[in-house]
């Protein structure tokens, strides 16, 4: 069974970037389409990008688009969301989540995602 862990949030300065992490641990990431999601205090979940396990292009919502590039390791099992030029629309709890084993198609919708990490926070500073 897939297991999800987020990791490398933390405060940063407006500008700055900060790489996340997705990572199994348990299970393996390859092969499935991978989604980052965002929600901050009092907002819904939204759609940051995903990137399916076939090795095609990543697709990125557009309030991030140019600013955040969502990557994988197969070898390492892990996903990666960075994050550069971060702004005060940024902060969030980020999760990552897996769609159903063997699907290939990207979907922006959340519940698309059957395999949710436990999230971490992104805080920007002035």
């Known amino acids: 069974q897939l297991r999800l862990a987020e990791s490398g949030g933390g405060l940063v300065q407006a500008g700055g970037s900060l790489r996340l992490s997705c990572a199994a641990s348990e299970g393996t990431l390859t092969n499935r389409v991978i989604g980052w999601f965002r929600q901050a205090a009092g907002k819904e979940r939204e759609f940051v990008g995903a990137i399916s396990g076939a090795g095609g292009s990543p697709v990125h919502a557009d309030a991030v688009k140019g600013r955040f590039t969502i990557s994988r390791d197969n070898d390492k099992n892990t996903v990666y969301l960075q994050m550069n030029s971060l702004n005060f629309e940024d902060p969030a709890v980020y999760y990552c989540?897996?769609?159903?084993?063997?699907?290939?198609?990207?979907?922006?919708?959340?519940?698309?995602?059957?395999?949710w990490g436990q999230g971490t926070q992104v805080t920007v500073s002035s």
């Open positions: 989540a897996s769609r159903g084993g063997g699907i290939t198609v990207i979907q922006r919708t959340a519940r698309a995602y059957v395999v």
